[in-house]
């Protein structure tokens, strides 16, 4: 009885947290949808979801004001965002190439500022739980689903008003038209340009509360290179997703739940060598991408820098 | 015409366009020379001349993309300013560009609705785009599904969105940019049909082509430019196909060529019951016999994808044959490699030159040395010898009449004309004993054409079998000694020279046998 007991709550326990863990990939992934469905490949995410973690972390350490410290991820990450539009859009670079300088810049500067400003590893008070009335107190379903801080939800929000905007707005169908065949948006007076500067900034600010909900809604402490290849993981749920938000989603949940199984698994200290453990996630990363990226069509334009033919 | 100033779109007519002294340059070009062209309401306008006359300029620079270095465009009489597209599809001109500009992962209606704005302000209005798609189809004739993706439709489907396209965004003047380029027989038909109705309608039309037959048969006047200048304007009625052509040039051009009498040799290619699979992995080739003959040009005719692609490829040993036999010269080379069969002397002029007949990013000199590369005098012992290779492409260049800035320029800079010729050239000068030209002019414009059959013709003076794969009829009727009808993978009849008729192949191209 009381080992049944057990397995139930651990259950709820993995179930839970995988929920809570989707959280980064979910922010990241969206945002690198946008940019992608319109074009660009932003491998610079984890970069963005760095110093989004960090700037997070430190102005709400500082100033006491979590949503203060989210703002100003959001803000860094669509500075870094507009960088990289500029870089692609403007000057034509090789998007793959482009985008890996943007990771080690942020990998770089995060650790660069950490060390700068905080020195140690300290911690926050995070965003707390809320838990929705009624909702909250089914036993189970409650706890998995609706007991989590504002930032858990915003990002399963975030999903379905990504479907929304791509599927039913006149700007997600630029953005669609620009991601397949620019030539034919200009030709109709559509800005390429324009909208992938969008995506871009958007994908960046994206990014930026990603980190920011590592740094002060989930794990609250800031440590060099905390995303640990996270933000390239969100980039190969773009392709697992099939470029479409809710196929992101059940990649994004996927990942978070073997990767809430592999902690589970160190914590009740289950005999598996924790490295292969820690592992898992990644593992899946690759077969997961060798068994589906064959079967879909990424968008035409993707990686390729837009010019009017002259 | 109608007395109306109202299209029955509901949009103004244009009652005339006018270009007064365009010109622009682009480094090292002059694209147009102080070109004068107009077009009225009600009729088609031709706008005629060879690949790189300036007709793509000068159309261009109407929609707005190119901003002319003098001159000017009046509209109805009055001086306007066309900075983008945007501005040209404000004033009522509407452009079918020649590479289709559409998505084809989005609906006929999400095509049409892109870039406009919508009756629900940031949410689209696709339901309100279609029932205006169906009201204009209903009008102008064109069927056609909003909710049918782009991806599925067919090429002549795809051409109408376009027309659609134009026609939704008001437009009164259309220019179609070679629509016909990439049309079936029947589908130019119904592009006519729907062209003539839209000028009864008070539309006005501007026709770029270089078909000749075509201008004639829907067109009411025809202006010719040549190397960027405009050589003159008449009604259609006052020329003829000759005159035309020899304006396009610059000189006499034949449309017969001289075949001359050569006398036909032994067999040096011969198939037995070939049989191979296509690429969708139906049958491609039933079971094909042939002769080909030294001194012999042996014309495949047929309707594209009934084996034509097939054939060459088994032969040139592309691809794998699953039955029969192919002897070059008495030795059987059957699923030999291609590298082999092409040792034996077997020249290939692919169907696809930009994509098999050679590498778009390699120069002019190399492109000329691919079949040769490995052997004297371009390379010893694994090193190429650069002095050699370049004095051959001097060489190929001069013979062949290569236009291009030096042979060290970049293959895919060069014209579909001038890319053929470097073929040619690679192709013919190593003195082949059998050639495959699939579709050898396909895309080139008259005075290449001529260029590029006065070379076959030349190769059978010299001997050399020649297998013509062609859906040109007129082409396969002017070059060929005898012809193989091809019909769904099977040979349906080989008809002599002097029995050949358009009549007589086009029944058996249907896959009909007389009796």
């Known amino acids: 009885m009381i080992s049944e007991l057990f397995t139930m709550t651990v259950l709820i326990g993995i179930l839970s947290s995988g929920v809570r863990l989707a959280t980064p990939y979910l922010y990241a992934s969206i945002g690198e949808t946008f940019g992608q469905r319109s074009g660009v490949l932003n491998l610079g995410v984890e970069g963005q979801m760095l110093l989004g973690a960090f700037t997070a972390f430190y102005v709400a350490m500082n100033t006491g004001s979590l949503w203060l410290g989210v703002l100003a991820a959001m803000i860094v990450g669509a500075v870094m965002g507009l960088a990289m539009a500029f870089v692609t859009v403007n000057l034509h670079a090789q998007q793959g190439i482009s985008g890996i300088g943007f990771y080690l810049f942020g990998l770089g500067m995060s650790d660069l500022l950490f060390q700068k400003m905080m020195g140690t590893v300290r911690t926050v008070q995070g965003f707390p739980k809320i838990g929705i009335p009624f909702l909250s107190d089914i036993p189970g379903i409650g706890d998995i689903f609706f007991n989590h801080n504002i930032l858990v939800y915003g990002a399963y929000l975030l999903v379905l008003v990504a479907w929304f905007v791509l599927n039913k707005t006149n700007l997600g169908l630029k953005i669609r038209a620009v991601g397949e065949n620019p030539d034919a948006a200009d030709s109709l007076g559509v800005s390429v340009a324009r909208v992938r500067y969008f995506t871009i900034i958007l994908g960046g600010t994206l990014s930026g509360v990603a980190g920011a909900s590592l740094s002060i809604a989930l794990l609250n402490v800031f440590q060099q290179n905390m995303t640990s290849g996270l933000g390239f993981i969100a980039v190969a749920l773009v392709y697992f997703g099939a470029w479409r938000p809710f196929g992101v989603l059940i990649g994004a949940l996927l990942f978070s739940m073997v990767n809430s199984l592999q902690l589970w698994i160190q914590v009740l200290g289950v005999p598996i060598p924790s490295e292969i453990a820690v592992m898992m996630p990644y593992v899946l990363t690759i077969l997961v991408l060798v068994a589906t990226v064959s079967k879909v069509r990424a968008p035409s334009a993707l990686t390729k820098p837009f010019e009017r033919e002259e | ?515």
């Not at chain 2, 049909?193 to 082509?209: E, N, P, W, Y």
């Open chain 2, 1 to 515: 015409m109608p007395e109306s100033n109202i299209l029955p779109s509901g949009k103004p007519r244009i009652d005339s366009l006018e270009l007064r002294g365009i010109t622009k340059r682009f480094p090292g070009v002059l694209a147009n020379d102080h070109v004068n062209f107009d077009v009225k309401a009600g009729e088609v306008h031709a706008l005629l001349g060879e690949n790189g006359a300036g007709k793509s300029t000068l159309m261009k620079t109407v929609y707005g993309l190119y901003h002319p270095d003098e001159g000017e465009i009046l509209l109805n009489g009055k001086p306007v300013h066309i900075s983008s597209p945007t501005d040209s599809i404000n004033l009522g001109i509407g452009m079918i560009h020649q590479h289709f500009m559409l998505v084809p992962s989005l609906t006929v209606a999400e095509n049409v609705a892109l870039g406009l704005p919508s009756s629900r302000g940031p949410l689209t209005d696709l339901d309100a785009v279609s029932k205006r798609i169906l009201e204009l189809a209903d009008i102008y004739g064109l069927r056609i599904d909003p909710s049918a993706y782009v991806w599925q439709l067919s090429v002549g489907q795809q051409q109408r969105i376009e027309i659609i396209k134009a026609l939704y965004r008001g437009a009164a003047l259309l220019i179609l940019d070679e629509p016909t380029a990439v049309l079936t027989p029947q589908e130019v038909d119904e592009l006519f049909v729907i062209m003539r109705q839209m000028t009864k309608d008070g539309h006005a039309l501007i026709f770029i082509s270089h078909k000749l037959h075509e201008v004639v048969e829907i067109c009411q006047r025809v202006s010719v430019l040549r190397d960027g200048r405009m050589i003159g304007t008449r009604p259609t009625s006052e020329t003829t196909k000759q005159d035309l052509a020899n304006w396009m040039v610059g000189r006499e051009v034949g449309f017969t060529p001289d075949r001359g009498n050569v006398q036909r040799g032994e067999v040096r290619l011969k198939l037995e019951n070939v049989q191979c699979g296509s690429d969708r992995g139906t049958p491609g080739l039933r079971g094909v016999s042939l002769d080909i003959h030294s001194g012999e040009i042996l014309g495949i005719a047929g309707v594209s994808g009934n084996g034509q692609r097939e054939l060459a490829d088994a032969v040139t040993g592309l691809r794998k044959i699953t039955g029969g036999k192919v002897t070059l010269e008495n030795a059987d080379i059957t699923n030999l490699p291609p590298a082999e069969i092409t040792e034996r002397m077997l020249s290939y002029i692919p169907e696809e030159r930009m994509r098999d007949g050679m590498i778009k990013d390699f120069t002019v000199a190399e492109n000329m040395i691919l079949r040769e590369h490995h052997k004297e005098p371009y390379s010893r012992y694994g090193f190429l010898n650069l002095k050699n290779i370049s004095s051959n492409a001097d060489m190929l260049i001069k013979k062949f009449h290569v236009k291009t800035p030096s042979q060290e320029t970049l293959a895919k800079n060069l014209s579909g004309g001038n890319i053929q010729k470097i073929v040619l050239a690679r192709e013919i000068s190593r003195s082949p004993r059998v050639i495959i030209a699939a579709q050898p002019t396909r895309g080139l414009d008259i005075g290449a054409t001529e260029y590029v059959r006065e070379q076959l013709l030349e190769q059978r003076k010299q001997g050399t079998a020649i297998i013509l794969i062609s859906e040109d009829l007129d082409e396969i009727l002017a070059l060929s000694d005898r012809i193989a009808v091809i019909y769904e993978g099977s040979v349906m009849d080989i008809v002599p020279r002097s029995e050949a008729t358009p009549q007589r192949l086009g029944l058996l191209m249907a896959g009909v046998h007389p009796e």
